[in-house]
């Protein structure tokens, strides 16, 4: 087998694996993808695993920039792993995904994520379950009672936008101290814009994107950096509820919109979940935020086989909103010992009674309040990968 970096060229046989993984797809589904996937292919960022000429198994990883309470972090998002039926349970799956790793390391993503189809193999080489993307379904009818505190101008936004549409995204993520989100960059925002499928609103802190399937309404995007942008962004959905009785909308998992609508007997909210891997772990700590009111100082133990330079003692320090990782010198009798996987969840806000009920997480519990209370967090995606 040798693994190597995809080309244009290899791209009849990636979409047959593709097929033969996922399912057929559109002539139109089919030109998009190859359109948002051939930076990737210049980059280096997909990966393909050969017996001969043949091609076993693939693999792409997104430049994403991830916020964790308001603070970028480079994140490498991995997508299209595919493994040729004929090769499954033979290895190919766990040799893309080593690649993969050390590929995300290579390329300077502290941490990494994935929508798993199925969770065996991830896990076993240090991802884990960590947060989710959350999908609600509204009564159209219960947005348009939202009503506006003040005028807001929102206009139509078009492919010319990809870089404002960008600018506001993070901004909203980064005054909202936001844990988890994703956000893809200029370009693919671009071709996305430029689809005619979407409709998209920009506000100069807001953004909202919609669409229609059959009667109702999808909103894959809706952020609103203040009261009177949601407010406005919200009832803009709602106005269509005329023709849409619900509206199918991703949203956060504590998103303003459950607190505006007027009647809320009870909530329909779906999850999708994505597993997460700290990569470099000293960088990662360094480039994470923090909730700014929560101090520690403590030493945990590490044990990562996939990536030795993350094994070992650290020195966690945390203040201010921001942290770091030292590689520890004098240990105490007693550590709190963390599986990278274990490690990975608690970076994303994962409890570590929950860990150790699992047996990620082993050795001394003295910590474990403050480690909770350094790392919380109730991450969440607006997008699938």
Known sequence: MKLRELTAGDLDAVTDNRRRAFGPVSEAVQRQWVGMVTPALEAGRYLGLFDGARLVATSRINDFTQYWHGRPISLGGVASVTVAPEDRGGGAGRTIMLATLERCASLGHPVSALYPATTHIYRSLGWEHAGAMHRAVLPAEALRTIRRTEQVQVRRAGPEDAERVVSVLRGVHLATRACGPVCWDADVWRARLAT????????????????????????????AGSEATARTLWSLVGSSASIARSVHAVVAPDDPVFWLIGNRPTDEVGQTRWMFRVVDLAAAIRERGFPPGVTLDTVIQVEDPQRPENSGPWHLSVSGGRATAEPAGTLPSALPVFTAGAFSALFCGVPAATLRRTGGLTGSADGDAALDGAFHARPYMLDHF
Do not use: I
């Not at 005619?196 to 952020?223: I, N, S």
């Open 196 to 223: 005619g499928d979407d409709f998209v609103y920009l506000a100069h802190d807001g953004l909202v994107v919609y669409r229609w399937r059959d009667q109702d309404l999808e909103v894959p995007v809706l952020v």
